[in-house]
């Protein structure tokens, strides 16, 4: 059984024709997570007896001919900011150490039912804050292409795993650009969801106007398959809507006549040249496909990093309250005063970046400074809004690169803030447009891949998933494999 090789589809036939058994399968991917995770650190739990277990049962219903789900057998890991009942969720802080989710998050529920296994939980940066999973309280998870280098982030962890094959999908949670960037870092898929189309319910929330979860995994058709069986209305998240979806066959197909805007503003001063030449050469393939390619202009780009910052910092400032000792994780320690315990508990537990941010997002949201910073990004975030919706008259998908560079080296970045958040100046500006995207391999600089990345109409994950399809399929990229597998 060759793990690199392995899809949804695949597995799905595989175990229906009893080529192998879904034991079997898993037994294949928890011996490559011990001998790989070991020196990448993707992994902070391996589920290795629920795993076994979960395979036993599906084995059982195959064998009873039972109806199979579309994801039957996909082995699947969590980004550990996504709640499993009973399973150590941390993510990624101290605050969060001992504690255990207490239900299945939604989508772990609705993958399930399609017949998923869940393998394990992923490596992040603490709340899903960063972009190199250095910000995790658990150790950095290096990039399978160069250990010495970061493997993006926030959701590093399910990046590298894919990687390496040590799952097949993985779920991820993008805020700013948290799936998109590692994935591209990592030369895997990586799809954010529309904002509202996916349900957020169990999902540890780091900014809850942006947050969504999706897909990481080798190939488009993987993403769509994953994204199918979590996406829809939950009514255990009131922003979720019931919008019409589409059926796998309808993103197979070519493009010929598929209009491309190129936005102008996302090929800026400063960043890799290598990597604009390798996106470029990716314009040239999808012209070549029959996609019309047109250079368009979206002059509020430069403001999306601005806004996305005031906002996550901001309603991060909210949301991390509720980490008070008393209700989630570490409890309150011994102290004479209940000031100096709390400042104890989360000076001591919460790590700099998540301190930096309470304290940035306690200042916006501030009486006298609300309406200068909060207020503020909030109306310029409607600008941005509607420069997306008015770019789709003209064009039915956007091109550009995911990042500025290729991973960068572990520390590189780390004690400087601003670089750090630079790293996500062409992936938030989808975020606040509510928009849906998706990072696709496209090259290699300097032997590290380099992500293509599309964005489409708020609910036209169709186009996205058919226009990245067929790049994928006119390239070889996503066949390479990182040399640590
Ligand atoms: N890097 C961005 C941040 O640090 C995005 C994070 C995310 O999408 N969760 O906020």
Redesign the pocket.
Known sequence: MRLENLHVDDIRSSLIAKQYSAVELVTAYLKRVHDVNGSLNAFLTVMADEALEQARALDSRISSGENAGPLLGTVIAVKDNILMKGVRTTAGSKILDTYKGAYDATVVDRLRSAGALFIGKTNL?EF????STENSAYGATKNPWDPSRVAG??SGGSAAAIATAMSCAALG??????IR?PASLCGVVGMRPTYGRVSRNGMIA?SSSLDQIGPVTKTVGDAAAVFLAMAGRDSLDVTTVEKQLFIPQEILGDITGMRIGVPKEYFIEGMDPEVEKTVRKALKQLEKLGAKIQEVHMPLTPYSLAVYYIT?VSEASSNLARYDGVRYGSKLPRSSTFREAYRRLRGDELGEEVKRRIILGTFSLSQGYFDRYYLQAQKVRARIKHEFTKVFDTVDCLVAPTSPTVAFALGEKFSDPLTM?L??IFTTPA?IADAPGISVPCGFVRGLPVGLQFMTAPFDEKTLFKVAHAYEQATDWHTRMAPLA
Do not use: E, F, K, N
């Open positions: 940066d899903g804050m960063g972009a982030g926030s949670t993008d805020t700013g650009g948290s960037q780091l996550v958040y790293s996500d975020s």
